[in-house]
DNA sequence: GCAAAAGTGTTGTTTGTACACCCATGT
DNA sequence: ACATGGGTGTACAAACAACACTTTTGC
């Protein structure tokens, strides 16, 4: 932080790139565009660009994550700084500031455009991205799976009301492995992270099931 | 002196800056220099610096603690990216990469400079850094104490050989608490993470201790 | 009445915590 | 002999993991 030197022959880029997550039907998917320009043209990536002039970070992550899917105010974290960027001699130097979102499948509006069009993708089969996006989706993966064991965060993937079986959908689809119902709902129960919401929902030639929601939807500790 | 925004059109900057770290006599100490320029001149700041041209981030950490330590070759780690930076006006925009570093007390060798002379400083009894700069030091202080449990990390901070006593007083030094011996040492050793080294340390009039090495002199999870 | 998902308890294992005394040495 | 830190075991509590059957509904 501290400013000395105040010639800049090359500044470095400064670029913010989203790792934006949800879970559809028992999947957890990442979005991605397939890029247009060089380096890596046609190949898919993850929703990124520059810093622009005076906005913070968490701004210019908070910004191109409701440019590409319509939504604002949902949980958002840094993951990582990678100082190395692109390997292209065209590319020019700089840091990419990376950040995970996650969001729910149902509020997403995807850009519609032609040229970087954005698409859902599967995180367990994923094709080979551009610069070391896999590296970063893989490490937002890995920070997901442990955030999920210790805080509530799976509230910014479901609607503000969902059934016990929902959530456990959730937790599986990111854990990539089956738990124990019984467990699984003890533990939610005793750990308050929700609670009844009074309602059921009849659907299907079946029992109806239990309403429940995030006693808070904001990120907390458990 | 005009208050109003100059509409600095200059590109961000990125600083590197490090929480340096050690124990010595029971306390958790951090690395500060005396800021001697402007902004907060005569301040207590982290060290830090730009990022050089062509450096990777990780580089310029690693190297910015050999510049005031002396030492390399330890345990360092991205902590956050600052991307708000200095409230004062004429602080320039940019970003801040922190990093936090573990070193053996001993080893280090600290930077003879006049100005910007860098000096240990109980985390403990911090006085107002520059910046935001004790809020990294805060953030630094959690990510160690929760690495501190399912890691090894602490290898970084003590040499080859040691007793359980000393490990134990690097912990607690890092927790500030204190923690029961025979709980401490059975975790310790049915983890694997140390093993001992086969000799005694005679010092004292008291019953020699058992000397003991980490299996692993590098990072790894426990 | 049957298919399909919802709901519900008990038991054993593992992990963590609290706690007090003897041992080897130097002076 | 005494002061100093080194070294050791047990009992209780809490957290976690495994496991199978009944309930409510639509058709």
Redesign the interface.
């Known amino acids: ?6 010639q ?7 670029a913010v790139v989203v790792v934006i997550l949800t879970v559809v039907e028992d999947d957890l998917r990442v979005l991605l565009i397939r890029r247009a320009a060089e380096p890596y043209p046609g190949s898919w990536a993850l929703p990124g660009g520059l ?1 622009a ?2 906005e ?3 701004r ?1 992550a908070s910004r191109k994550l409701h440019d590409e899917t319509g939504v604002r105010d949902v949980y958002l974290e ?1 993951l ?5 960027l692109p390997r292209g001699d065209d590319a020019r ?1 700089g ?1 990419a ?1 990376t950040y995970f979102a996650l969001v729910q499948y149902g509020q997403v509006r995807l850009a519609e455009r032609t040229e970087w069009a954005p698409q859902w993708h599967s995180v367990y089969k994923l094709p080979a991205l551009a610069f070391d996006n896999n590296a970063v989706v893989d490490y937002a993966l890995r920070r997901l799976r442990s955030k999920l064991e210790y805080t509530n965060v799976a509230y910014s993937l479901l609607p503000r009301q969902f059934t016990l079986s929902d959530l456990q959908q959730v937790y599986e689809a990111i854990l990539d492995r089956e738990l124990d119902k019984r467990n699984f709902r003890r533990r939610m129960l005793s750990l308050a992270v929700i609670k009844p919401a009074g309602g059921r929902r009849m659907e299907g030639a079946h029992r109806p099931a239990q309403l429940y929601a995030f006693t808070k939807r904001e990120p907390v500790m458990v």
């Open positions: 932080m501290p400013a000395s030197s105040p800049t022959p090359d500044p470095p880029l400064t810093l002039d005076g913070s970070l968490d210019a840094q990582y700084t990678f100082g190395e130097r840091v500031v």
